[in-house]
């Protein structure tokens, strides 16, 4: 693989360019157009159903090959921080102490 | 009831902002920028812990794809979105074609689109200079963490915005760091693999206002493990926030009849 500096350039300026469009155009429009309630109500359900899209599969799945994977050390480590995380409300101190876990977890399996 | 607070916390957000656009009102503490960035990089801090390991581990991969340094920089600039990266270096090392590269790209990014229109709903009227310069900055983390504080009410644009470039400058710095010197660290360090998992946690937890929220949450669980079972690729993370969401927005209809 021998690429230029131009190569790079043009490879990486097309990536950024469709990972700026979907970013850029809904923002773009939305932001100046009267929403409906109805879009209202479902995008304030979004966020926490893209955060548990995002973390089930890691919690609960192994990646190669995916298969249902119970009992998984970020799945253990998962319980106690999410109550940490309930109690004390701070993102920063979550974690940290999810971290910890991990850490310790992984000593001991 | 969602929608009256929604209005009210857009509208004690507009007039946020315009308070700090009119030098004559009181000077409050809060309304200084100085102020904004030290509650952006506050609300920052947790996403850049988070993106130290994965960064390192992004440059590394790179570093042995054959990938120069400068080029794992400037691609964290161009491109900003580290899922995305991760493929386009294994797609880089086998040998793909920059256009099947850039497709792949676009096919994992769309789930942006969902995020950049519910920030939407919190930057309404505001110039679009403005909403051009935030729009680069929105990935999985500082969307969720922006949203987190929208909601309640205490946050502004330009804290946002602040928290958008900290943690793309961050990313940059982990990546680049990565490409030089990321095969001399040991992998897992202090349960650095963690950090985005615990804030994903955090997060989430953040968001669960009532029981609706619960079950949207548990639907979109259930339905991502699932088309992330049966379906290859990153399409389990569309899928699943939007029929999560549906779904919950379908009960909470219902519920309310």
Redesign the interface.
Known sequence: ?N?SFFD?????????L???L???????Y???RR?P??L??????????????????????DGHP???HWGKL?LL??IP??IF??KS????A???????????G?LFL | MQAITNKTQTNQLLVVMQQGSHQEQPVQDNSRPQHWFRKGAAAAWPICLGYLPVGLACGTLAQQAGLPFWAVGLMSILVFAGSAQFIAISMLAAGASPVSIILTTLIVNLRHTLMSSTLAVYLQEVNRWFLSLFAYGITDESFAVNMTRFRTGEWNRWQALAVNHLSNSAWVAATTCGALVGQLIPQGALGMDYAMTGMFISLLTFQLQNRIFILTGLLAGLISVTCYLLIPGDSYIIIASVCGATLGYIIKRRGRK
Request: glycine content about 6%.
């Open positions: 693989m690429m790079y350039l043009l490879l990486f300026s097309g990536m950024g469709v990972t700026y979907p970013r850029w155009l809904p923002l773009f939305l932001a100046h929403l309630q109805w209202i109500d479902w995008l304030s359900l979004i966020p926490v159903a893209i955060l548990s899209a995002l973390l089930a599969p890691s919690l609960f799945s995916r298969c249902l970020e480590v998962a921080t999410l995380s309930l409300r701070s993102m920063g979550t974690v940290l102490v999810g971290m910890f876990l991990y850490w310790l992984g």
